[in-house]
């Protein structure tokens, strides 16, 4: 899972990164997000050099509501564009 520490970022470094000055970046990169838009949350994001995907589709179900998933892909098992590849199902002759 991405993490800040895992770039090697301190806070201050962080907060320099980000374009924010220190204090907002420590309550940031202790989980509180409040007072960020959305937007800037996600752009804060791709600065960190994460990829950002959203995906917009039906909702399933008869309920009529959508659902929000967010998934964090580890480095090793690709990315959101491009998904791990499943091992195709071989099937025996009779």
């Given at each position: 899972m991405?993490?800040?520490?895992?770039?090697?970022?301190?806070?201050?470094?962080?907060?320099?990164?980000?374009?924010?000055?220190?204090?907002?970046?420590?309550?940031?990169?202790?989980?509180?997000?409040?007072?960020?838009?959305?937007?800037?949350?996600?752009?804060f994001?791709?600065?960190?050099?994460?990829?950002?995907?959203?995906?917009?589709?039906?909702?399933?179900?008869?309920?009529?509501?959508?659902?929000?998933?967010?998934?964090?892909?580890?480095?090793?098992?690709g990315?959101?564009?491009?998904?791990?590849?499943?091992?195709?199902?071989?099937?025996?002759?009779?």
């Open positions: 991405f993490t800040w520490q895992a770039l090697g970022l301190n806070v201050t470094k962080a907060a320099a990164r980000l374009g924010i000055p220190q204090p907002k970046a420590s309550r940031l990169l202790r989980g509180y997000a409040d007072g960020f838009s959305t937007e800037k949350l996600l752009t994001l791709t600065k960190l050099g994460q990829d950002v995907c959203i995906v917009v589709s039906d909702a399933r179900g008869g309920s009529g509501n959508g659902k929000f998933v967010l998934t964090m892909l580890q480095a090793s098992r990315s959101a564009t491009s998904p791990p590849r499943r091992k195709a199902a071989t099937r025996r002759r009779a």
